[in-house]
T-cell receptor
Framework: AQSVTQLDSHVSVSEGTPVLLRCNYS??????LFWYVQHPNKGLQLLLK??????LVKGINGFEAEFKKSETSFHLTKPSAHMSDAAEYFC????????????FGSGTRLSIRP | EAQVTQNPRYLITVTGKKLTVTCSQN?????MSWYRQDPGLGLRQIYY???????DKGDVPEGYKVSRKEKRNFPLILESPSPNQTSLYFC???????????????FGPGTRLTVL
């Protein structure tokens, strides 16, 4: 069965330090992978997406993610955290064979310490 | 401005009183979807629509209905709401879903529903 797991429900980092939000998926098919961000009391906004082109994907606000097929992972990183990065982040997966099926991870809340 | 709108943004109602949450997009998107967001569970898909008059169940369709009579609108109907439907609801749309491509979804601002 297809699934997506965000390994941390909450991550806290200091401002200016690197961010790592982890996402693993399980799929029998080639996936499309996405990261969305949700700021408090806001809707969701696309950060970046992987759709079988380059495995290292760059997104908005300095975020990037690397698709690693051998590890079935799509971790989100940023070299230097900013206070405005505090938000909830969702890893999302869909598959070509049933492309109308979209699965969200349970979310990772990112807190930034001054 | 390209956007997905939802109304109402906040709603408090009582058990059994039928309600409709509207969703409209102005981007000529084919695909529309409804999600509910609950703490610790992420977003779960309720229903989706590939195009006009084409709808299908997502992961948690029980207690909900939808219709897609026009491309731009995709209302969510709760015929007899119950307290376990208290949640934050999001409507989303995208250009298309299927084949070898998937387009990003654009989300509405959310509707916070409380059923007493």
């Amino acid at each position: 069965a297809q699934s997506v797991t965000q390994l941390d429900s909450h991550v806290s980092v200091s401002e200016g330090t690197p961010v790592l939000l982890r996402c693993n998926y399980s799929s029998s098919y080639s996936p499309s992978l996405f990261w969305y961000v949700q700021h408090p009391n806001k809707g969701l906004q696309l950060l970046l997406k992987y759709t079988s082109a380059a495995t290292l994907v760059k997104g908005i606000n300095g975020f990037e993610a690397e698709f690693k097929k051998s590890e079935t992972s799509f971790h989100l990183t940023k070299p230097s955290a900013h206070m405005s990065d505090a938000a909830e982040y969702f890893c999302v997966v869909t598959w070509y064979s049933s492309a109308s099926k979209i699965i969200f991870g349970s979310g990772t809340r990112l807190s930034i310490r001054p | 401005e390209a956007q997905v709108t939802q109304n109402p943004r906040y709603l408090i109602t009582v058990t059994g009183k039928k309600l409709t949450v509207t969703c409209s997009q102005n981007m000529n998107h084919e695909y529309m979807s409804w999600y509910r967001q609950d703490p610790g569970l992420g977003l779960r898909q309720i229903y989706y629509s590939m195009n006009v008059e084409v709808t299908d169940k997502g992961d948690v369709p029980e207690g909900y209905k939808v219709s897609r009579k026009e491309k731009r609108n995709f209302p969510l109907i709760l015929e007899s709401p119950s307290p376990n439907q208290t949640s934050l609801y999001f409507c989303a749309s995208s250009l298309s879903v299927g084949g070898s491509s998937y387009n990003e979804q654009f989300f509405g601002p959310g509707t916070r529903l409380t059923v007493l």
